[in-house]
């Protein structure tokens, strides 16, 4: 039997001899208990924006995006093309054009980008669920047609399939010398809206989906693309299909994943999620203050036990390690508890939607408070309670131990 283990079990389940040592005992338990429901949450709470955002990304965003190491444009001829697209995993091969224009419509302008696609990006139905308005055709009856944000369509004041005012796109001419006027120093097309879409707001409110025709004639480009996406069957495995379309190109193009796409978002998000998580485990490092208290009364408390404990033959080392044990079994219990509780929350947040967003106008992208459990979070909150607990103990075990024993 471990006899310190056992007698500080004692000492935090048995009567103190002053109620006040149980009173502290208590809040010290529930002092761990709030910073670990705390940080299991607020992590919970992040994972599930994470998700939300990636979601809404990895809708729009390609598997894997190639473009030119060096330079603006790519020229990538049919057969790589078709080796590209006939790689087992490969669902679709996408050539891609992105530029900064001008749109028009009616009296209003707006600033935003143009996003021109092949023909087949229709066949792999990516707007498709977040068309809010409209259709996702980029070409109808041989017209073609452009997919527009749903922030660009609210700046412009246009609807989906209006067929008498038509959006005006203007882009710089190509060597134009540097002229101010409209006219002269711009090409300007014409294209009916067939559709809105709605997935993130910066997206929403930038990107309008053309035709890679209409963009090529526009731009007065010839069979050049800004890039090429590559989409994938589910279950495909994106790292080796990346390594294989590198070795196939000999280098001469970037290969971008999911998440080296959207680098800078991600990284921001990370960085938010571990702030606030050093905020509150100072708050709980704070909490632990509680521990030590009810770690001091305890052990003057109980200097005759430690006194006879002593001429039993109980060395110092082994009433350090009882108090240790106290202190621990006190955090442990804190965070047990504290955990328990927090993932019960989460648990019914991700079930119920209990706390929602807004007044339930809609005007959020999902109703309720999203959450994510991670069971890597549970341990990290947990070692981190035990870190914390196991060192303010051990402080204080040392210095009184010391003066009283």
Known sequence: MNLP??????????????????????????????????????????????????????????????????????????????????????????????????????????????????????????????????????????????????????????QAGANFDLLQVYVPRRGNPGSFSIDQGFNVESIRVGGIFSSQQDFDGQIVYVPLAFARQLLELENKSSAVEVYLHQGADAKKIKQKIVSVTANNFTVKNRYEQQETLFNIMKSEKWAIFIILTFILFMATFNVIGSLTMLIVDKKKDTQILRQLGASPPVIRRLFLFEGLLISTAGGIIGLGLGIILVWIQEVFGVIGLGDGSGAFVIDAYPVDLQLMDVFVVLITVLVIGGFASFMTVKWLVKKLV
């Open 5 to 158: 283990f056992y007698i500080a079990k004692r000492y935090l389940l048995a009567k103190k001899s002053h109620n006040l040592i149980n009173i502290i005992s208590a809040i010290s338990v529930a002092g761990v208990g709030v910073g670990a429901f705390a940080l299991i949450v607020v992590l919970s709470v992040f994972n599930g924006f994470e998700k939300v955002i990636g979601t809404m990304i990895d809708t729009t965003t390609p598997d894997l995006l190639i473009e030119p190491t060096a330079g603006k444009w790519i020229d990538m001829d049919s057969s790589a093309l078709q080796e590209l697209s006939g790689m087992k995993g490969v669902r679709g091969v996408v050539e891609v054009i992105e530029e900064d224009a001008l749109f028009r419509y009616r009296e209003k302008q707006h600033i935003g980008r143009i996003k021109a696609v092949g023909n087949n990006f229709q066949d792999l139905k990516v707007l498709d669920s977040l068309i809010v308005e409209g259709e996702a055709l980029l070409s109808t009856e041989g017209v073609n047609q452009a997919v527009a944000g749903i922030g660009v369509a609210w700046y412009l004041g246009f």
